[in-house]
Protein backbone atom coordinates (compact mmCIF):
# COMPACT_ATOMS: atom_id res chain seq x y z
CA UNK A 1 0.00 0.00 0.00
CA UNK A 2 0.96 3.11 -0.99
CA UNK A 3 0.34 6.91 0.27
CA UNK A 4 0.17 9.06 -2.45
CA UNK A 5 -0.90 12.81 -2.44
CA UNK A 6 -3.07 14.09 -5.39
CA UNK A 7 -3.49 17.89 -6.36
CA UNK A 8 -5.74 19.08 -8.82
CA UNK A 9 -5.38 22.50 -10.56
CA UNK A 10 -8.14 25.29 -10.90
CA UNK A 11 -9.20 23.99 -14.43
CA UNK A 12 -9.82 20.50 -12.91
CA UNK A 13 -12.54 21.49 -10.29
CA UNK A 14 -13.54 24.67 -12.03
CA UNK A 15 -17.37 23.25 -12.40
CA UNK A 16 -19.76 20.88 -10.40
CA UNK A 17 -19.04 18.13 -13.05
CA UNK A 18 -15.26 18.83 -12.74
CA UNK A 19 -15.30 17.88 -8.38
CA UNK A 20 -17.20 15.00 -9.64
CA UNK A 21 -14.63 13.66 -12.28
CA UNK A 22 -12.07 14.96 -9.52
CA UNK A 23 -13.62 12.73 -6.32
CA UNK A 24 -14.46 9.44 -8.75
CA UNK A 25 -10.26 9.84 -9.50
CA UNK A 26 -9.40 10.24 -5.90
CA UNK A 27 -11.60 6.82 -5.41
CA UNK A 28 -10.53 5.01 -7.81
CA UNK A 29 -7.23 4.89 -6.36
CA UNK A 30 -8.04 4.55 -2.49
CA UNK A 31 -10.50 1.72 -3.47
CA UNK A 32 -7.29 0.37 -5.42
CA UNK A 33 -6.10 0.40 -2.02
CA UNK A 34 -3.41 3.22 -1.65
CA UNK A 35 -3.72 6.35 1.23
CA UNK A 36 -5.14 9.39 -0.28
CA UNK A 37 -4.67 12.79 0.52
CA UNK A 38 -5.84 15.33 -1.87
CA UNK A 39 -4.62 19.09 -2.25
CA UNK A 40 -7.36 21.24 -3.99
CA UNK A 41 -6.49 25.14 -5.67
CA UNK A 42 -9.39 27.36 -6.45
CA UNK A 43 -12.71 26.85 -8.88
CA UNK A 44 -11.66 27.76 -12.23
CA UNK A 45 -10.91 31.36 -12.09
CA UNK A 46 -12.10 31.84 -8.88
CA UNK A 47 -8.17 33.87 -7.89
CA UNK A 48 -8.67 36.24 -10.16
CA UNK A 49 -11.92 36.59 -10.17
CA UNK A 50 -11.25 37.23 -6.26
CA UNK A 51 -8.44 39.69 -6.47
CA UNK A 52 -10.48 41.32 -9.13
CA UNK A 53 -13.24 41.99 -7.17
CA UNK A 54 -11.05 43.36 -4.11
CA UNK A 55 -9.31 45.90 -6.64
CA UNK A 56 -13.13 47.13 -7.51
CA UNK A 57 -13.55 47.81 -3.34
CA UNK A 58 -9.72 49.32 -2.92
CA UNK A 59 -7.11 49.77 -5.09
CA UNK A 60 -4.85 49.50 -1.57
CA UNK A 61 -6.31 46.45 0.34
CA UNK A 62 -4.86 45.46 3.67
CA UNK A 63 -2.82 42.14 2.87
CA UNK A 64 -4.09 40.40 5.68
CA UNK A 65 -7.56 41.16 4.32
CA UNK A 66 -6.49 40.02 0.51
CA UNK A 67 -5.31 36.89 2.03
CA UNK A 68 -8.08 36.02 4.12
CA UNK A 69 -10.02 36.74 0.48
CA UNK A 70 -8.06 34.80 -1.36
CA UNK A 71 -7.87 31.38 0.58
CA UNK A 72 -11.60 31.21 0.54
CA UNK A 73 -11.21 30.21 -2.86
CA UNK A 74 -9.37 27.09 -1.93
CA UNK A 75 -11.99 26.33 1.11
CA UNK A 76 -15.15 26.27 -1.37
CA UNK A 77 -13.36 23.09 -3.19
CA UNK A 78 -12.16 21.47 -0.55
CA UNK A 79 -15.20 21.19 1.08
CA UNK A 80 -17.37 20.71 -2.38
CA UNK A 81 -14.64 17.97 -3.21
CA UNK A 82 -15.83 16.37 0.41
CA UNK A 83 -18.99 16.03 -0.56
CA UNK A 84 -18.57 14.82 -3.98
CA UNK A 85 -16.82 11.79 -2.19
CA UNK A 86 -19.08 11.21 0.19
CA UNK A 87 -22.28 11.43 -2.65
CA UNK A 88 -20.18 8.67 -4.39
CA UNK A 89 -19.49 6.27 -1.04
CA UNK A 90 -16.20 6.93 0.10
CA UNK A 91 -15.37 8.81 3.61
CA UNK A 92 -13.81 12.38 2.92
CA UNK A 93 -13.13 15.21 6.02
CA UNK A 94 -11.45 18.81 4.15
CA UNK A 95 -9.06 20.42 6.45
CA UNK A 96 -7.89 24.37 5.62
CA UNK A 97 -4.21 24.84 5.46
CA UNK A 98 -3.91 25.89 9.13
CA UNK A 99 -6.06 22.83 9.98
CA UNK A 100 -3.35 20.57 8.22
CA UNK A 101 -0.35 21.98 9.87
CA UNK A 102 0.74 24.61 7.05
CA UNK A 103 2.57 26.93 9.20
CA UNK A 104 4.70 30.11 7.32
CA UNK A 105 6.20 32.96 7.99
CA UNK A 106 4.12 36.46 8.09
CA UNK A 107 4.83 37.28 4.85
CA UNK A 108 0.88 38.26 3.18
CA UNK A 109 0.51 36.70 -0.39
CA UNK A 110 3.89 35.53 -0.70
CA UNK A 111 4.37 33.45 2.80
CA UNK A 112 7.01 30.81 2.61
CA UNK A 113 6.91 27.35 4.91
CA UNK A 114 8.21 27.26 7.96
CA UNK A 115 6.97 24.21 9.21
CA UNK A 116 4.31 21.78 8.20
CA UNK A 117 3.03 19.38 10.95
CA UNK A 118 -0.21 16.97 9.72
CA UNK A 119 -1.38 15.54 12.55
CA UNK A 120 -4.69 15.84 11.41
CA UNK A 121 -3.94 14.84 8.03
CA UNK A 122 -2.31 11.97 8.96
CA UNK A 123 -5.25 10.77 11.96
CA UNK A 124 -7.63 10.33 9.17
CA UNK A 125 -5.44 8.59 7.02
CA UNK A 126 -4.97 5.96 9.65
CA UNK A 127 -8.84 6.11 9.92
CA UNK A 128 -9.18 5.08 6.59
CA UNK A 129 -10.65 8.74 5.32
CA UNK A 130 -9.51 10.45 2.22
CA UNK A 131 -7.95 13.69 3.63
CA UNK A 132 -8.68 17.15 1.93
CA UNK A 133 -6.61 20.07 1.85
CA UNK A 134 -6.79 23.00 0.75
CA UNK A 135 -4.20 24.74 -1.13
CA UNK A 136 -1.89 27.62 -1.44
CA UNK A 137 -2.31 28.58 2.38
CA UNK A 138 -1.08 28.64 5.53
CA UNK A 139 -1.02 30.47 8.90
CA UNK A 140 1.75 32.46 10.12
CA UNK A 141 3.43 31.13 13.36
CA UNK A 142 4.07 34.54 14.57
CA UNK A 143 0.37 36.28 14.29
CA UNK A 144 -1.61 33.09 13.91
CA UNK A 145 -2.97 35.38 10.94
CA UNK A 146 -3.86 33.33 7.34
CA UNK A 147 -1.49 33.42 4.65
CA UNK A 148 -1.18 32.74 0.89
CA UNK A 149 1.89 31.50 -0.53
CA UNK A 150 1.42 33.27 -4.40
CA UNK A 151 0.02 32.56 -7.46
CA UNK A 152 0.33 28.47 -8.25
CA UNK A 153 1.32 27.57 -4.53
CA UNK A 154 -1.33 24.66 -4.26
CA UNK A 155 1.51 22.86 -6.42
CA UNK A 156 3.96 23.80 -2.98
CA UNK A 157 1.41 22.44 -0.73
CA UNK A 158 1.24 19.18 -2.40
CA UNK A 159 4.74 18.90 -2.55
CA UNK A 160 5.28 19.78 1.18
CA UNK A 161 2.30 17.69 2.85
CA UNK A 162 4.37 14.87 0.61
CA UNK A 163 7.47 15.26 2.29
CA UNK A 164 6.04 15.60 5.46
CA UNK A 165 4.13 12.47 5.32
CA UNK A 166 6.75 10.78 3.67
CA UNK A 167 4.62 10.06 0.45
CA UNK A 168 5.04 7.78 -2.38
CA UNK A 169 4.61 10.13 -4.88
CA UNK A 170 2.66 13.49 -5.75
CA UNK A 171 0.59 13.36 -8.67
CA UNK A 172 0.12 16.70 -10.19
CA UNK A 173 -3.42 16.56 -11.96
CA UNK A 174 -3.84 19.69 -14.76
CA UNK A 175 -5.51 20.64 -17.76
CA UNK A 176 -2.84 19.23 -20.19
CA UNK A 177 -1.19 15.56 -20.36
CA UNK A 178 2.29 16.76 -18.61
CA UNK A 179 5.16 18.85 -19.50
CA UNK A 180 5.47 19.34 -22.94
CA UNK A 181 8.57 21.34 -24.72
CA UNK A 182 6.67 24.38 -25.04
CA UNK A 183 2.92 26.04 -23.56
CA UNK A 184 0.72 23.56 -25.82
CA UNK A 185 -1.30 26.93 -25.78
CA UNK A 186 1.24 28.97 -27.52
CA UNK A 187 3.11 25.35 -29.53
CA UNK A 188 -0.20 22.94 -30.35
CA UNK A 189 2.85 21.21 -31.69
CA UNK A 190 4.91 20.61 -28.73
CA UNK A 191 6.01 17.22 -27.37
CA UNK A 192 5.54 15.65 -24.08
CA UNK A 193 8.50 14.80 -22.13
CA UNK A 194 8.42 11.44 -20.39
CA UNK A 195 11.24 12.56 -17.80
CA UNK A 196 12.82 15.96 -16.88
CA UNK A 197 15.24 16.52 -14.59
CA UNK A 198 14.35 18.61 -11.55
CA UNK A 199 17.19 21.00 -13.02
CA UNK A 200 15.91 21.54 -16.21
CA UNK A 201 12.22 22.01 -14.41
CA UNK A 202 13.89 24.48 -12.26
CA UNK A 203 14.85 26.54 -15.35
CA UNK A 204 11.69 26.18 -16.82
CA UNK A 205 9.48 27.49 -13.70
CA UNK A 206 11.43 29.95 -12.92
CA UNK A 207 11.26 31.00 -16.96
CA UNK A 208 7.68 31.31 -16.60
CA UNK A 209 6.31 27.60 -17.30
CA UNK A 210 3.75 28.14 -14.81
CA UNK A 211 2.62 24.53 -15.15
CA UNK A 212 4.50 24.19 -11.90
CA UNK A 213 4.90 26.31 -9.45
CA UNK A 214 9.22 27.43 -8.84
CA UNK A 215 8.78 26.56 -5.04
CA UNK A 216 7.03 23.30 -5.54
CA UNK A 217 10.08 22.22 -7.88
CA UNK A 218 12.89 23.32 -5.71
CA UNK A 219 11.02 21.71 -2.80
CA UNK A 220 10.72 18.16 -4.14
CA UNK A 221 14.25 18.26 -5.01
CA UNK A 222 15.19 19.15 -1.42
CA UNK A 223 13.23 16.89 0.23
CA UNK A 224 13.46 13.79 -2.95
CA UNK A 225 9.67 13.67 -3.44
CA UNK A 226 9.06 11.90 -6.84
CA UNK A 227 6.43 14.57 -9.02
CA UNK A 228 3.87 13.09 -11.42
CA UNK A 229 2.36 15.55 -13.86
CA UNK A 230 -0.31 14.32 -15.60
CA UNK A 231 -4.00 15.40 -16.66
CA UNK A 232 -7.46 14.48 -14.32
CA UNK A 233 -8.94 14.40 -17.90
CA UNK A 234 -7.34 11.18 -19.05
CA UNK A 235 -5.38 8.11 -17.96
CA UNK A 236 -2.57 9.03 -19.33
CA UNK A 237 0.92 8.65 -18.16
CA UNK A 238 1.99 12.37 -17.79
CA UNK A 239 5.43 13.47 -16.55
CA UNK A 240 8.07 12.38 -14.26
CA UNK A 241 10.17 15.12 -12.05
CA UNK A 242 13.82 12.89 -11.33
CA UNK A 243 14.87 14.53 -7.69
CA UNK A 244 18.61 14.40 -8.93
CA UNK A 245 20.71 14.17 -12.23
CA UNK A 246 22.08 10.66 -9.87
CA UNK A 247 18.53 9.19 -10.07
CA UNK A 248 17.73 6.64 -12.93
CA UNK A 249 14.92 5.33 -11.49
CA UNK A 250 12.49 6.24 -13.79
CA UNK A 251 14.93 5.25 -16.82
CA UNK A 252 13.98 2.81 -19.08
CA UNK A 253 15.72 0.09 -20.40
CA UNK A 254 17.27 0.81 -23.83
CA UNK A 255 16.73 4.86 -23.34
CA UNK A 256 19.77 6.69 -24.06
CA UNK A 257 21.91 8.16 -21.09
CA UNK A 258 23.04 11.03 -22.95
CA UNK A 259 19.82 13.65 -22.47
CA UNK A 260 18.91 15.50 -25.78
CA UNK A 261 20.65 19.23 -25.68
CA UNK A 262 17.34 21.01 -25.13
CA UNK A 263 14.22 20.29 -22.49
CA UNK A 264 12.08 23.10 -24.24
CA UNK A 265 11.15 26.45 -24.64
CA UNK A 266 9.42 28.52 -21.97
CA UNK A 267 7.80 31.88 -22.02
CA UNK A 268 6.92 34.67 -19.70
CA UNK A 269 4.48 37.67 -20.23
CA UNK A 270 4.57 38.76 -16.47
CA UNK A 271 7.21 41.08 -16.09
CA UNK A 272 7.81 44.47 -16.85
CA UNK A 273 11.20 46.37 -17.57
CA UNK A 274 12.38 49.24 -15.98
CA UNK A 275 15.35 51.40 -17.13
CA UNK A 276 16.85 54.05 -14.94
CA UNK A 277 18.28 56.94 -17.73
CA UNK A 278 21.02 59.21 -17.30
CA UNK A 279 22.93 56.87 -14.11
CA UNK A 280 26.18 58.94 -13.08
CA UNK A 281 28.89 56.62 -14.09
CA UNK A 282 30.80 56.28 -10.74
CA UNK A 283 31.39 53.28 -8.91
CA UNK A 284 28.40 52.58 -6.26
CA UNK A 285 25.14 53.53 -8.18
CA UNK A 286 24.45 49.86 -9.17
CA UNK A 287 24.32 49.35 -6.02
CA UNK A 288 22.51 52.21 -4.73
CA UNK A 289 19.91 51.26 -7.11
CA UNK A 290 19.36 47.87 -6.69
CA UNK A 291 19.71 48.42 -2.63
CA UNK A 292 16.42 50.62 -3.22
CA UNK A 293 14.91 47.53 -5.11
CA UNK A 294 15.88 45.34 -2.80
CA UNK A 295 13.81 47.60 0.37
CA UNK A 296 10.97 47.32 -1.71
CA UNK A 297 10.86 43.55 -1.54
CA UNK A 298 10.83 43.38 -5.72
CA UNK A 299 12.76 40.16 -7.27
CA UNK A 300 14.87 41.48 -10.57
CA UNK A 301 15.65 39.15 -13.16
CA UNK A 302 17.19 40.26 -16.03
CA UNK A 303 19.79 43.39 -15.78
CA UNK A 304 21.93 45.45 -18.73
CA UNK A 305 23.68 48.28 -18.27
CA UNK A 306 24.33 50.14 -21.40
CA UNK A 307 27.99 51.58 -22.04
CA UNK A 308 28.28 55.04 -20.94
CA UNK A 309 28.05 57.57 -24.17
CA UNK A 310 31.67 59.17 -24.64
CA UNK A 311 32.31 62.11 -22.40
CA UNK A 312 28.64 62.14 -20.94
CA UNK A 313 29.74 60.45 -17.60
CA UNK A 314 26.13 58.91 -17.52
CA UNK A 315 24.83 55.07 -18.44
CA UNK A 316 21.47 53.57 -18.21
CA UNK A 317 20.33 50.67 -16.73
CA UNK A 318 17.59 48.44 -17.78
CA UNK A 319 15.95 45.36 -15.27
CA UNK A 320 13.08 43.42 -15.75
CA UNK A 321 10.70 42.84 -12.42
CA UNK A 322 7.25 41.06 -12.33
CA UNK A 323 4.82 43.71 -13.03
CA UNK A 324 2.77 42.95 -9.68
CA UNK A 325 5.65 44.25 -7.95
CA UNK A 326 6.40 46.59 -10.52
CA UNK A 327 4.35 49.99 -8.94
CA UNK A 328 6.60 49.02 -5.42
CA UNK A 329 9.78 49.43 -7.37
CA UNK A 330 8.97 52.31 -9.37
CA UNK A 331 7.32 54.22 -6.07
CA UNK A 332 10.71 53.50 -4.39
CA UNK A 333 13.52 54.37 -6.79
CA UNK A 334 11.44 57.94 -7.40
CA UNK A 335 12.09 58.38 -4.17
CA UNK A 336 15.74 57.78 -4.30
CA UNK A 337 16.12 60.04 -7.31
CA UNK A 338 17.54 62.96 -5.90
CA UNK A 339 19.93 60.81 -3.72
CA UNK A 340 21.21 58.67 -6.80
CA UNK A 341 21.01 61.24 -8.93
CA UNK A 342 19.92 59.98 -11.77
CA UNK A 343 17.69 62.03 -14.77
CA UNK A 344 14.51 59.39 -15.20
CA UNK A 345 13.07 56.69 -15.15
CA UNK A 346 11.22 54.50 -18.10
CA UNK A 347 8.99 51.86 -17.95
CA UNK A 348 7.02 49.16 -20.30
CA UNK A 349 4.71 46.06 -19.34
CA UNK A 350 4.68 45.23 -23.13
CA UNK A 351 7.99 43.10 -22.96
CA UNK A 352 8.16 39.16 -23.35
CA UNK A 353 10.80 36.91 -22.13
CA UNK A 354 11.65 33.51 -23.86
CA UNK A 355 13.50 31.14 -22.10
CA UNK A 356 15.36 27.82 -24.05
CA UNK A 357 16.58 25.38 -21.32
CA UNK A 358 18.36 22.13 -21.58
CA UNK A 359 21.11 20.39 -19.38
CA UNK A 360 22.65 19.10 -22.55
CA UNK A 361 23.57 22.84 -23.40
CA UNK A 362 26.34 23.25 -21.37
CA UNK A 363 28.51 20.49 -23.73
CA UNK A 364 27.06 22.13 -27.03
CA UNK A 365 28.84 25.18 -27.95
CA UNK A 366 26.30 25.70 -31.01
CA UNK A 367 23.33 26.24 -29.23
CA UNK A 368 23.42 30.21 -28.90
CA UNK A 369 24.05 30.23 -32.84
CA UNK A 370 21.00 27.88 -33.49
CA UNK A 371 18.60 30.67 -31.01
CA UNK A 372 19.75 33.98 -32.50
CA UNK A 373 19.48 32.82 -36.05
CA UNK A 374 16.22 31.37 -35.50
CA UNK A 375 15.36 34.39 -33.87
CA UNK A 376 16.68 36.36 -36.75
CA UNK A 377 15.09 34.42 -39.52
CA UNK A 378 11.57 35.48 -37.53
CA UNK A 379 12.35 39.12 -37.50
CA UNK A 380 12.30 39.23 -34.39
CA UNK A 381 14.52 42.17 -32.16
CA UNK A 382 16.29 41.01 -29.40
CA UNK A 383 16.23 43.75 -26.24
CA UNK A 384 17.60 41.99 -23.20
CA UNK A 385 19.72 38.98 -23.07
CA UNK A 386 21.14 36.84 -20.18
CA UNK A 387 22.06 33.43 -19.89
CA UNK A 388 22.54 30.39 -17.22
CA UNK A 389 24.67 27.25 -17.97
CA UNK A 390 21.05 25.65 -19.14
CA UNK A 391 19.67 28.63 -20.29
CA UNK A 392 19.51 31.55 -22.73
CA UNK A 393 17.13 33.90 -22.31
CA UNK A 394 15.91 36.76 -24.18
CA UNK A 395 13.39 40.29 -24.17
CA UNK A 396 11.69 40.76 -27.12
CA UNK A 397 8.02 43.60 -27.48
CA UNK A 398 5.06 40.92 -25.79
CA UNK A 399 3.11 41.00 -29.52
CA UNK A 400 6.11 39.28 -31.10
CA UNK A 401 6.57 36.50 -27.95
CA UNK A 402 4.54 33.83 -29.39
CA UNK A 403 6.44 33.99 -32.72
CA UNK A 404 9.66 33.84 -31.22
CA UNK A 405 8.59 30.98 -29.17
CA UNK A 406 7.47 28.89 -32.25
CA UNK A 407 10.32 29.69 -34.05
CA UNK A 408 12.97 28.73 -31.48
CA UNK A 409 11.34 25.52 -30.67
CA UNK A 410 11.25 24.69 -34.74
CA UNK A 411 14.47 25.12 -34.72
CA UNK A 412 15.61 22.76 -32.40
CA UNK A 413 13.55 20.36 -34.15
CA UNK A 414 10.74 20.11 -31.09
CA UNK A 415 7.93 19.88 -32.89
CA UNK A 416 6.20 16.38 -33.77
CA UNK A 417 3.09 15.99 -35.92
CA UNK A 418 0.57 15.17 -33.15
CA UNK A 419 -1.34 18.35 -31.57
CA UNK A 420 -0.93 18.52 -27.73
CA UNK A 421 -4.23 18.49 -26.52
CA UNK A 422 -5.38 21.15 -24.09
CA UNK A 423 -8.28 19.32 -22.09
CA UNK A 424 -9.40 22.67 -20.05
CA UNK A 425 -8.44 26.19 -18.20
CA UNK A 426 -8.72 29.36 -19.97
CA UNK A 427 -4.91 29.77 -19.82
CA UNK A 428 -5.51 32.97 -17.83
P1 LIG B 1 -3.71 24.26 -12.85
O1 LIG B 1 -5.04 24.94 -12.90
O2 LIG B 1 -3.84 22.77 -12.97
O3 LIG B 1 -2.85 24.67 -11.70
P2 LIG B 1 -2.04 25.90 -14.56
O4 LIG B 1 -2.83 26.80 -15.43
O5 LIG B 1 -1.37 26.48 -13.38
O6 LIG B 1 -2.98 24.67 -14.18
O7 LIG B 1 -0.93 25.13 -15.41
C1 LIG B 1 -1.28 24.38 -16.55
C2 LIG B 1 -1.00 25.19 -17.79
O8 LIG B 1 0.38 25.46 -17.87
C3 LIG B 1 -1.31 24.49 -19.10
O9 LIG B 1 -2.66 24.58 -19.44
C4 LIG B 1 -0.40 25.22 -20.07
O10 LIG B 1 -1.09 26.23 -20.79
C5 LIG B 1 0.65 25.90 -19.19
N1 LIG B 1 2.02 25.56 -19.53
C6 LIG B 1 3.05 26.45 -19.64
N2 LIG B 1 4.17 25.85 -20.01
C7 LIG B 1 3.88 24.53 -20.14
C8 LIG B 1 4.66 23.39 -20.51
N3 LIG B 1 5.97 23.48 -20.79
N4 LIG B 1 4.04 22.20 -20.57
C9 LIG B 1 2.73 22.08 -20.28
N5 LIG B 1 1.95 23.12 -19.93
C10 LIG B 1 2.52 24.34 -19.86
N1 LIG C 1 -5.72 29.44 -6.47
C1 LIG C 1 -4.36 29.94 -6.43
C2 LIG C 1 -4.03 30.62 -7.76
O1 LIG C 1 -4.86 30.71 -8.64
C3 LIG C 1 -3.36 28.88 -6.09
C4 LIG C 1 -3.23 27.76 -7.08
O2 LIG C 1 -4.08 27.60 -7.95
O3 LIG C 1 -2.27 27.01 -6.98
O4 LIG C 1 -2.94 31.09 -7.91
MG1 LIG D 1 -1.05 25.87 -11.35
Redesign the pocket.
Known sequence: MSLIVQKF????VSNAEGINRVATRVLETKRAGDDVVVVV?AMGDTTDDLLDLASQVTPEAPAREMDMLLSSGERISMALLAMAIDAQGGTAVSFTGSQAGMITDALHGRARIVEVSPSRVRRAIDRGMIAIVAGFQGMSKDSNNITTMGR?GSDTTAVALAAALNADVCEIY???DG??S????VVPSAHKLDRVSSEEMLE?AASG???LHLRCVEYARRFGVPLHVRSSFSHHEGTWIIPSPDDKIHLQEGEPLEQPIVA?V?HDLSEAKVTVVGVPDIPGKAAEIFGVIAGANANIDMIVQNVSTAGSGQTDISFTVPIVEGKDALAALRAAQGSIGFADIEYDEQIGKLSLVGAGMRSNPGVSHTFFEALHQAGINVDMISTSEIRISIVTHADRLATAVEAVHKAFGLDTEEQAT?YG?T?R
Open positions: GGSSSGTDVIYADPRLAKIGAVGG
